[in-house]
């Protein structure tokens, strides 16, 4: 819509995962260190936290489009609190059969599988997405997938995203054991003020547009309401673009960003934080 008038080739602020697009700010430059740390060393369980929109998926995608193709990953991403084992739910991340066999069969087969692809070279990475959901059940079930191991080599990897529920949920009593598994850990904080301003214009320059667009105190009143979260900033940087191409507005100044937040005072159904 106001692609052409602000010389953009794609819309640089659309709230969908693009690695493309990935900030690295310094929370975010450490969390992907410490990720590719544990999966160089060989770590069994890294935990990767972050408020709703801070940029874990984002990130877990940059990951693994960096990864080299001696990986074998699953995904586990539609978790929550009833389940009490994950392993079916792994056998199908993986494409492994797990219909109608017994809770043996299905060890002995993943067990198998662990063997198989580190006698050809291979890694075995298993990505649990939202595992704030999982219950300490599920949690345990991981942890004793974990025990499968050739010698001194980790067959298995994981690592676990989630809101900071998760980080809280790792210290309760009952997984003091799986906690002592976690060899890599890393909570995302959402932006400083001053990161944000370069955030604008980093995403503004993967989609083209090589000049500045948005004033500094337009950037700095989106940090305040976006509270520093990236998805938030995203959702009102999009909104604020379009009132710039209606009011053929060639900067974006802090006036239009104030009008768009008292727009959405009063005529929006969700607050403009959100």
Same mark, same amino acid.
């Given at each position: 819509?106001?692609?052409? #008038?602000?010389?953009?080739? *794609?819309?640089?602020? @659309?709230?969908?995962?693009?690695?493309?697009?990935?900030?690295?700010?310094?929370?975010?430059?450490?969390?992907?260190?410490?990720? $590719?740390?544990?999966?160089?060393?060989?770590?069994?369980?890294?935990?990767?936290?972050?408020?709703?929109?801070?940029?874990?998926? =984002?990130?877990?995608?940059?990951?693994?489009?960096?990864?080299? =193709?001696?990986?074998?990953?699953?995904?586990?991403?539609?978790?929550h609190r009833d389940i009490a084992?994950?392993?079916?739910?792994?056998?199908?991340?993986?494409?492994?059969?797990? $219909?109608?066999?017994?809770?043996?069969?299905?060890?002995?087969?993943?067990?198998?599988?662990?063997?198989?692809?580190?006698? /050809?070279?291979?890694?075995?990475?298993?990505?649990?997405d939202e595992a704030h959901n999982?219950?300490?059940?599920? /949690?345990?079930?991981?942890?004793?997938?974990?025990?499968?191991?050739?010698?001194?080599?980790? /067959? /298995?990897?994981?690592?676990?995203?989630?809101?900071?529920?998760?980080?809280?949920?790792?210290?309760?009593? *009952?997984?003091?054991?799986?906690?002592?598994?976690?060899?890599?850990? #890393?909570?995302?904080?959402?932006?400083?003020?001053?990161?944000?301003?370069?955030?604008?214009?980093?995403?503004?320059? &993967?989609?083209?547009?090589? =000049?500045?667009?948005?004033?500094?105190?337009?950037?700095?009143?989106?940090?305040?309401?976006?509270?520093?979260?990236?998805?938030?900033?995203? &959702?009102?940087?999009? =909104?604020?673009?379009?009132?710039?191409?209606?009011?053929?507005?060639?900067?974006? @100044?802090?006036?239009?960003? $104030?009008?768009?937040?008292?727009?959405?005072? $009063?005529?929006?159904?969700?607050?403009?934080?959100?």
């Open positions: 819509m106001y692609e052409a #008038f602000y010389g953009l080739k *794609e819309k640089p602020f @659309s709230i969908q995962p693009d690695p493309d697009f990935l900030y690295f700010g310094r929370r975010h430059a450490y969390a992907f260190a410490m990720l $590719e740390f544990g999966i160089k060393n060989g770590a069994g369980f890294s935990v990767l936290s972050g408020e709703i929109g801070c940029g874990k998926t =984002t990130l877990i995608r940059h990951l693994l489009n960096s990864l080299a =193709t001696s990986h074998v990953v699953g995904l586990v991403y539609n978790t084992d994950l392993l079916e739910w792994i056998m199908l991340a993986f494409g492994l059969p797990y $219909e109608g066999k017994s809770r043996v069969a299905l060890f002995d087969t993943f067990q198998r599988f662990l063997i198989e692809q580190h006698g /050809l070279g291979k890694r075995v990475l298993l990505i649990v999982l219950n300490p059940d599920a /949690l345990e079930s991981l942890r004793m997938l974990s025990n499968i191991n050739a010698d001194k080599h980790q /067959l /298995l990897q994981v690592i676990l995203v989630g809101q900071p529920q998760l980080k809280n949920m790792l210290t309760q009593p *009952e997984l003091q054991q799986f906690a002592q598994r976690v060899a890599v850990d #890393f909570h995302i904080k959402p932006f400083e003020a001053s990161d944000v301003m370069n955030y604008i214009q980093h995403r503004l320059a &993967i989609a083209g547009r090589k =000049t500045p667009l948005f004033a500094a105190a337009a950037c700095a009143r989106i940090a305040e309401i976006s509270r520093g979260i990236p998805r938030s900033i995203n &959702i009102l940087c999009d =909104t604020v673009l379009v009132y710039g191409f209606a009011a053929e507005s060639e900067t974006i @100044s802090l006036a239009l960003v $104030e009008e768009v937040l008292k727009d959405k005072a $009063e005529f929006g159904t969700l607050p403009p934080t959100v």
